[in-house]
């Protein structure tokens, strides 16, 4: 079954600390990544998103990931973090007939 | 401006009052879908379409449904509400399935 695996469910860091927050997934054929945010209070936001290409996007407010095919791994990643990047995070994958959501992970910063 | 309305923002109902959550996108969507979110359970799917007339279950149809009549808006009907369809739901609307996804501010639902 298609499945969008995120392995951590809250991560607490300090600000400027590095992040990388994990997912994996289990779908047949091309897909689509994405890693979306979601502020406190807010709708889900589109972070960046991967089609096609380079495997390494750059999304806004200096967010990364990864794609890595032989491991089904699609990691956010950034150098920094500030207190304004706690949110919760979600990883997502489509193809032409549906999107699946991972279960999110919760970014606390603490200033 | 794009955007995706949903509404209302807040409900409280009692058990067994049907309702509608409605959604509309400007944006000439084709595919819509319907999400709830729950604490550590993440965003799971509820009903999405794919175009007018066309929709299918999602990962939680059960106490749901939906129908697309006009490509702009996808309504979301609770029959009979009951307490554990308390959540938090969001439509979602992409130009086509597996692409940017647009979202709505959410409803937050309270069934008592």
């Known amino acids: 079954a298609q499945s969008v695996s995120q392995h951590n469910h809250h991560v607490i860091l300090s600000e400027a600390a590095s992040l990388e927050l994990g997912c994996n997934y289990s779908y047949g054929g091309t897909v689509n990544l994405f890693w979306y945010v979601q502020y406190p209070g807010q709708h889900l936001q589109l972070l960046l998103k991967y089609f096609s290409g380079d495997p390494l996007v750059k999304g806004i407010k200096g967010f990364e990931a990864e794609f890595i095919k032989s491991k089904f791994s699609f990691n956010l990643r950034k150098p920094s973090v500030q207190w304004s990047d706690t949110a919760e995070y979600f990883c997502?994958?489509?193809?032409?007939?549906?999107?699946?959501f991972g279960a999110g992970t919760r970014l606390t910063v603490k200033p | 401006e794009a955007q995706v309305t949903q509404n209302p923002r807040y409900l409280i109902t009692v058990t067994g009052k049907k309702l509608t959550v409605t959604c509309s996108q400007n944006?000439?969507?084709?595919?819509m879908s319907w999400y709830r979110q729950d604490p550590g359970l993440g965003l799971r799917q509820i009903y999405y379409?794919?175009?007018?007339?066309?929709?299918d279950k999602g990962d939680v149809p059960e106490g749901y449904k939906v129908s697309r009549k006009e490509k702009r808006n996808f309504p979301l009907i609770l029959e009979s509400p009951s307490p554990n369809q308390t959540s938090l739901y969001f439509c979602a609307s992409s130009r086509i399935a597996g692409v940017k996804a647009f979202f709505g501010q959410g409803t937050r639902l309270t069934v008592v």
């Open positions: 997502a994958v489509g193809n032409n007939n549906d999107m699946r």
């Open positions: 944006m000439n969507h084709e595919y």
């Open positions: 379409s794919m175009n007018v007339e066309v929709t």
